[in-house]
């Protein structure tokens, strides 16, 4: 920071940034002993530990499914953000200035009204198609929210690419289908990745679309947490917390590898 | 991407211009999935019985429970926005000025909770908050007299929450602005004679204002929409307008109030985005670490 501060005021400040990483961190630790209750209420504390409730989740045909309807729908709803955001990155990135911008603001423009207001466009979406209820209008109404995050994080990997290294591979003959899938595509890959893990991410967690069109054989893992949030409170939440905690926690590592893989690549190549 | 793959006769087809097939396909997903809905819900919202009408927002905005939702969802947001600002603020100008693996480490910590469900987040601070909750036992073991609090089902409760799920955000914003001051800026500062005080009050804040505004703005309007926090940890009267929305859709049947409520919502905030784009751009509201 500002040089000539006293040392003291340094530790003060380091400590208090360690504080709020604290705040920040401490309550997600406190899932784990949560999720080891030996009754059926949840406590900071339990003693004894108990594996009880990870054996319920395990063995219930409810969250199971849960789970099972969330991978579905989140797996569409990243494959389809990802590729339009691809493409509407592209068409930032190439456009002139004044369709740019206005490209831009459409792209993100399901970023910046409030989600819910989404989940009722997509509730309102799937009545008039006569698809309430169905799956697939549920991955496209969670799409729409991870769309601008990927179109923006595309979008500045493309800009990175420089004009030359594209002019050369055709100059030196390359059809534009080579020059994507051997120039662009793998310059962009980290960017391509990314987008695609975040945009899961979000269509995974998301809420209100999935209440919205929720029926009873159609249920995402979300809609199961809040339900059993609301109205029953049982460890079981903590130990899908657990869960979910940890399979991010492997994410957000597997992600760090791949951008900084990329980044060393990038580093040799120049 | 160059001019050379947009040109040319040859990559034509069907009258379209290959390079401006991947645009179309973008504008008719978003016209089809997204504006197509909203017109919708406008067109619901202003209407009855086949006929334009103000009849549905004359009638929700009269009733008092809405203007009170509407004027607890704006409050809510800001004092939240508030504290996430005061809480961040000191520990971003550190966070900023830190560099190679406890950079990284640090940002690990920030972006570990942001990504991680705001579900999650907010069933923790259920079990937190409870009244035999570790918060309560901690108060009450540091002999702090009153307790046990009632921390959950209240308006406390959800601004708590709520600054717990949106803290990250004003992190991300305010380190991304303050990591591009330029430190040449402060040394000269120092070497004409400012005392560090002197330089953090007449170069460094003005300089980090812009990341500070578009932190409040990014965590007021989503804590303006927020809705799992305060369903979850609200009580019965403290509900937001996202609530409200949900309310009409699953209780009550009502679509013309919910499409009502979603045109308010929607003006809300493009009102807060024009009032902050004067001062700040709109690029910069979007992409605060760009």
């Given at each position: 920071?500002i ?6 005021f ?48 395990a ?33 930032i ?15 993100l ?13 997509t ?33 500045a ?33 980290h960017a391509?990745?990314s ?12 809420l ?44 957000v ?10 980044a ?7 | 991407?160059?001019?050379e ?5 040859a ?7 290959r390079?401006?097939l ?6 008719a997903?978003?016209?089809?999935f ?45 004092t ?24 990284t ?12 469900s ?17 918060v ?34 004003m ?9 591009r ?98 001062w ?11």
């Amino acid at each position: 920071m500002i040089e000539g501060e006293s040392r003291g005021f340094r530790r003060l400040h380091t400590g208090y940034l360690i504080f709020v990483l604290g705040l920040l961190l401490l309550p997600l630790l406190a899932l784990l002993p949560m999720s080891f209750s030996p009754t059926a209420t949840v406590v900071a504390w339990p003693a004894p530990w108990s594996a009880r409730w990870y054996d319920a989740v395990a063995s219930s045909p409810e969250w199971r499914r849960a789970l099972g309807w969330s991978l579905l729908t989140a797996t569409f709803a990243s494959a389809i953000a990802t590729t339009t955001g691809y493409f509407g990155a592209a068409a930032i990135v190439r456009a002139g200035a004044r369709g740019s911008a206005a490209l831009q603001m459409l792209l993100l423009s399901p970023m910046m009204v409030p989600q819910v207001v989404v989940a009722l466009a997509t509730y309102v979406l799937a009545t008039s198609l006569g698809l309430h209820g169905h799956w697939l209008i549920l991955a496209v109404g969670q799409s729409l929210l991870g769309l601008p995050v990927a179109a923006m994080i595309i979008a500045a990997s493309l800009r990175g690419i420089h004009e030359s290294v594209i002019r050369a591979g055709i100059s030196l003959g390359g059809s534009r289908a080579q020059v994507f899938w051997r120039i662009v595509f793998p310059m962009s890959l980290h960017a391509i990745l990314s987008a695609a893990a975040l945009t899961f991410l979000i269509a995974f967690d998301e809420l209100l679309i999935a209440v919205f069109l929720a029926t009873p054989s159609l249920q995402t893992l979300p809609v199961r947490i809040y339900e059993s949030v609301h109205y029953e409170l049982t460890p079981a939440v903590a130990v899908i917390s657990v869960l979910l905690t940890a399979l991010l926690c492997a994410g957000v590592v597997l992600n760090q590898i791949v951008q900084w893989t990329a980044a060393r690549l990038k580093g040799g190549a120049r | 991407m160059p001019s050379e793959l947009a040109s040319g006769p040859a990559r034509r087809i069907g009258g379209l211009s290959r390079d401006y097939l991947g645009m179309w396909l973008v504008l008719a997903f978003l016209s089809l999935f997204f504006l197509y809905p909203l017109a919708r819900i406008l067109v619901l919202s202003l209407s009855e019985e086949g006929q334009f009408s103000l009849g549905v927002y004359a009638r929700l905005l009269g009733e008092p429970t809405t203007r009170e939702v509407l004027l607890q969802t704006i409050r809510t947001s800001l004092t939240v926005s508030l504290i996430c600002a005061l809480v961040a603020y000191p520990a971003a100008t550190r966070l900023a000025s830190l560099s190679g693996w406890q950079a990284t480490l640090c940002n690990l910590a920030i972006l570990f909770p942001f990504l991680t469900s705001s579900l999650v987040r907010t069933f923790v601070f259920i079990v937190l908050l409870g009244r035999r909750g570790i918060v309560n036992q901690a108060l009450e073991f540091l002999g702090v007299p009153g307790g046990p609090y009632k921390l959950l089902f209240n308006q406390v409760g959800v601004v708590i929450g709520m600054s717990y799920v949106l803290l990250p955000y004003m992190l991300l914003s305010l380190v991304g602005s303050m990591k591009r001051i330029d430190p040449a800026l402060l040394r000269a500062a120092r070497s004409l004679g400012a005392s560090p005080f002197t330089v953090f009050r007449t170069v460094y804040l003005p300089l980090s204002l812009p990341g500070l505004a578009a932190g409040f703005v990014i965590t007021t309007i989503l804590g303006f929409g927020y809705f799992v926090t305060p369903a979850l940890m609200g009580g019965p009267g403290d509900m937001m307008i996202a609530q409200l929305v949900e309310q009409q859709i699953s209780v009550t049947y009502n679509l013309a109030a919910a499409a009502a409520l979603a045109v308010i919502m929607i003006v809300v905030v493009a009102a807060a985005y024009a009032v902050a784009s004067r001062w700040l751009g709109l690029s910069r509201l979007m992409r605060p670490d760009s």
